[in-house]
């Protein structure tokens, strides 16, 4: 399978605009169910970043990644590519009702950890399909070596914050 | 673009995978953010499905959406469809926790609108790429002509159980 030149005709806003919608679903969910007072008691590691530097990251990352996908929608030979990206867009919009909505803190943690899956094979098929494309999702990659292990410890050290020791 | 022959060359499973974990995720909203005394209390129309209809109406649909995409992804020319799969499975994860968990009805509605919007999205291509694929997502449409209306109906009949209203 090789690269259709539709690919090449230049860049299709409209399908973007599909993508850029689901990316907004996403992050619809951090405005919906924000950190509070319930977050900020929680045992966490001085390596975090600050809380400004999430809303700014994942706005990044969401606009970025949407417009990666519409790169390369239009490519032949995308079937996992377009797999990935619609698990990691799944997943991403759970994670956040299940840590800050359902405060299911190790469920979060295996949901985190399905969504790094899907972001490495985002990486492995967009590196394949289209370097700007690839360019795009690394700060994704980037983001999630620093929020897995945030996700991982904070989980870790507060279990009587845990659903499950709540229940 | 035309179709090409990996698409006639059987069902990649692995490939089908992928999409049911992202469906799984929409599904695992439904487990957390379940209808309680808060939904019971509220006024709804006769003409409702039984409760019980609707975790086995959305657990077909999960999955034979799942399988359709897994379909209709290895076919060139696929983008837009791939879009709105995209789009569809990052709505369906965001209604649970913004109706049950935010209890914001009104913007729920919003949600459900964008879901209709990327449901026949599906159908139009999915239509022109895959007679099967098309045939896997009518439940998912016919459904929808239910649950938009219902949640329409839910939201206009109980101003006073909406997140605007108690705030």
Known sequence: MTPEIAGAA??????????LIASAAAGLTGVLFKPGAWYESLVKPDWRPKNWMFPVAWTT???????????????????YAMAFWAMQIALNTL???????????????AVMGLLCCAVLGMLWTFWSLDGWAFTMILPYAI???????LNWRVWRDNPGANFSAEA
Chains 1, 2 share one sequence.
Do not use: E, K
Not at 143 to 149: K, Q
């Open 95 to 109: 994670w956040t009702p299940v840590f800050f909505g359902a405060r299911r803190m190790g469920l979060s943690v």
């Open 143 to 149: 983001w999630l070596g620093l929020a897995a292990p």
């Open 10 to 19: 230049g860049f299709d806003w409209q399908l973007a605009f599909l993508f």
């Open 61 to 79: 990352i969401y606009v970025l990644s949407a417009l990666a996908a519409a790169r390369v929608a239009p490519l032949a030979g995308n079937a």
